[in-house]
């Protein structure tokens, strides 16, 4: 990866484009403004590069990226930065961007460690903003230590009684994964229907995971390991073998700072844009799964495509002499930046 800061830095970032968010959607805009001869920053509040897929499904494979039958999480967000890195990107990882000010044909922003980024550019791919799990109030005290909302390498399950909590895609989606590592896996939901894609469950349903429905964890049992949850079902209580918890309840989710940017915001959670993926804030751009239009499909592949139409929007912006398009990419690329 190109050069990261996770640390307060009292110098002033300079680049020509920010771009604000490190999903994929982001790292691809890195790559393609260093295509288009651009110095770029990418600003993000997580520690390491990926976004929702770093933090959330980094095992999980991803059947909808051109190209890849399947690709896995990490693998992608791996691919993404070898792409972006011959233009040597800046990335503030850890940093989260909170104070916009516009100056003539200039913006900065200064994140919430202090570092100011002055940028002739702003696109903006912070997918949902930032979001937080919801919790599992009977395990809060084990949060770290057996408790996990995500899953970032099912090896750490191997050989362990798992006992995961939800009803959701990602609930069913680490019972299909975690089955063939761990000891035991068994799926806990308040209901007896489920949110998951139905492929998904009779999957699960077929590999025989057992799903307990109508019933929640009421105690985890343990100290400073957990031994067991106890879960109630109406007026009956069961004891379950358990050494690990993933709690996939979903996560709430804010634009935080952004909305307080002066740029047009739906719903407090999306971002209009026109044709250009422009905001309401000339020089502004959005990309990805923050932004909004008719016929919004909110995929990585289509986060991709709205990255590049971003991008060449913004150098033309930058200089109104630069063709939006630069050509193709068998054509002779502008050279990596040193």
Not at 20 to 48: H, I, K, M, N
Not at 66 to 89: H, I, K, M, N, T
Request: charge should be negative; charged fraction near 20%; glycine fraction near 12%.
């Amino acid at each position: 990866m190109s050069t990261q800061d996770t640390m307060q830095d009292t110098a002033p970032v300079v680049a020509d484009v920010l771009v604000v968010g490190a999903g994929p959607t982001g790292l691809y805009a890195a790559y393609y403004a260093g295509f288009r001869g651009l110095s770029v920053a990418v600003v993000d509040s997580l520690p390491e590069p990926g976004g929702q897929i770093s933090a959330m499904y980094p095992e999980k494979q991803i059947f909808d990226i051109a190209g890849f039958p399947s690709v896995r999480g990490r693998d992608l967000v791996e691919r993404l930065l070898e792409q972006a890195a011959p233009f040597g990107p800046r990335y503030l990882l850890g940093h989260r961007a909170e104070v916009l000010e516009r100056g003539p044909g200039t913006f900065a922003v200064t994140t919430h460690l202090g570092t100011r980024i002055e940028a002739r550019a702003v696109i903006v791919t912070g997918g949902i903003g930032t979001f937080t799990p919801r919790p599992l109030g009977p395990a809060a005290a084990f949060d770290g230590a057996g408790l996990a909302y995500f899953v970032r390498h099912l090896d750490d399950y191997a050989g362990t009684d798992v006992v995961i909590v939800g009803g959701g895609d990602s609930a069913f989606d680490w019972a299909l994964a975690l089955h063939p590592v761990a000891k035991s896996v068994k799926l806990v939901h308040r209901r007896d229907t489920f949110r998951a894609h139905p492929t998904t469950v009779a999957a699960v349903r077929e590999l025989g995971v057992e799903l307990v429905v109508n019933a929640e964890i009421s105690r985890v049992c343990g100290s400073a390991e957990i031994a067991g949850v106890e879960v109630k079902s109406g007026d009956v209580t069961r004891e379950l073998a358990c050494g690990r918890i993933i709690a996939a309840l979903g996560f709430t989710a804010n634009l935080g700072p952004l909305l307080k940017w002066g740029i047009d915001v739906e719903n407090r959670r999306h971002l209009p844009v026109d044709a250009a993926m422009a905001t309401s804030v000339p020089g502004i751009f959005a990309a990805g799964d923050i932004n909004d239009y008719p016929g919004k499909v909110r995929l990585i592949a289509v986060g991709f495509g709205e990255a590049a139409t971003a991008v060449n929007n913004a150098a033309h912006h930058i200089d109104p002499a630069a063709p939006v398009f630069p050509g193709h990419s068998t054509d002779e690329p502008a050279p990596a930046r040193v």
